[in-house]
């Protein structure tokens, strides 16, 4: 994810929602109008782009006031995406780990600054000391993916410590502090010092102090093998370049623009990073937990909310775990996520406790466009900025 990628997301977003989400109870939070629109934006955007299936969730005041699924969560099997359909959540897994390893620092368990081989000696020590909240902030030199059969790779690793050696032992693309590079594998080294300063395994930590807290019932880790109810199948759409590459005899069987089977991808490579899975009302209820300070303290949401900058001053767009815009009322939080079958978009305007959470099971969506006008509907004219 970029930096340019973080600030698109931000200028599609709006600042406030209509009165009757607020006065109205949340089995009708929404004036039938407004429903309709919301549905006919989505139905729009999911043919655009050519979306199987995906699910939408809105809250506002803090509050979950709409939740529901369109299209097919499996194409094979003509199955209704719904609420309940779980989707994986791609790099939205960083906020979460983001917010364990906050919490780990508020209880005194972790410190920001120290190198990180303290929490995670399974990190090997480099010309640099490399700190959690570097690493936090993308700011830690750690490599990104080297290419796309690396993103989408189908290795098994059994623990976070095992899928460190992907990359552990190769130098840092730069000294830790002076420039900006979004790296999934540096959230694979929190995901090790979580476990290395609360003693408890990743998956352990994240149900007790995450999931549980947040009310997040359809969460939890993206487990190859494992059969989890409600999951979606995940799909791509076959573009010009990847129908080149086909074989003669595969070219006679599909077409380019046509759906097909995402690529096999064991996640396991990068649980902290992009890992896991949910359902688009469990984000909203983590960001709705994050918000009313049910996860951290306000200081420290503020510390997750504040951007950070390179040595030179140069601000990256990013916090510690979430893309950040604005200030104030006006300030927009926000974290997307792509990956093999799945791409997810959540975002949240802290001040007014609206968040818009979307997921859907086709690789390379946007849902940018989907999340603009949903806010834009949403807004009353005296409430936009001038």
């Given amino acids: 994810m970029t930096r340019t990628r973080y600030a698109l997301l931000f200028a599609v977003l709006v600042f406030a929602m209509p009165a009757e989400a607020v006065r109205k109870p949340q089995s009708a939070s929404l004036a039938p109008e407004t429903l309709r629109q919301i549905e006919a934006i989505v139905e729009s955007e999911r043919g655009k782009e050519n979306i199987p ?20 969560a499996d194409v094979e099997h003509s199955v209704p995406a719904t609420p309940e359909t779980v989707y994986r959540t791609a790099s939205i897994a960083k906020s979460m780990t983001a917010t364990s390893v906050m ?9 920001l600054d120290a190198p990180i081989q303290k929490y995670c000696p399974a990190f090997p020590e480099k010309p640099w000391r490399v700190t959690a ?8 030199g750690i490599r990104h993916y080297k290419s796309n059969q690396e993103s989408s790779g189908t290795q098994h690793f059994d623990t976070i410590v095992a899928s460190l050696a992907i990359f552990k032992d190769e130098p840092l693309l730069h000294e830790p ?8 594998f540096g959230y694979s080294v929190l995901g090790c010092a979580i476990e290395g300063a609360s003693g408890k395994s990743y998956v352990d930590y994240m149900q007790e ?3 549980q807290p947040a009310g997040m019932i359809h969460t939890g880790i993206d487990h190859f093998r494992q059969i989890i109810p409600h999951r979606a199948r995940g799909y791509a759409v076959l573009n010009a370049t990847g129908f080149l590459q086909l074989s003669e005899a595969e070219r006679r069987s599909v077409k380019p623009g046509e759906i ?3 690529s096999l991808h064991d996640t396991s490579m990068k649980v902290p990073g992009g890992g896991l899975v949910s359902t688009a009302v469990d984000l909203a209820r983590f960001a709705i937990a994050i918000n009313t300070l049910a996860l951290v303290s306000e200081k420290t949401r503020s510390e997750m909310w504040t951007v950070q900058k390179t040595r030179d001053g140069q601000s990256t767009g990013y916090g510690l ?5 604005g200030q104030g009322e006006r300030m927009l939080v926000s974290h997307s996520g792509g990956q093999a079958g799945t791409s997810t978009l959540l975002t949240m305007m802290p001040s007014k406790g609206t968040i818009i959470a979307v997921m859907a099971n086709l690789q390379g ?3 940018g466009n989907m999340v603009g006008q949903i806010g834009r509907l949403l807004v009353p004219e005296q409430a936009r900025p001038q």
């Fill in 260 to 262: 097909f089977n995402a």
């Fill in 103 to 111: 919490q780990l620092a508020e209880q005194g368990k972790l410190d």
């Fill in 53 to 72: 299936g995906l699910s939408v969730a809105i809250a506002y005041g803090n509050r979950v006031v709409f939740a529901k699924g369109f299209g097919v």
């Fill in 209 to 211: 102090r995450i999931f």
């Fill in 133 to 140: 909240r570097q690493l936090l902030g993308h700011l830690g």
């Fill in 321 to 325: 775990g979430w893309g950040v815009d």
């Fill in 365 to 367: 969506a946007n849902l």
């Fill in 177 to 184: 502090g002076t420039k900006y590079n979004y790296s999934t």
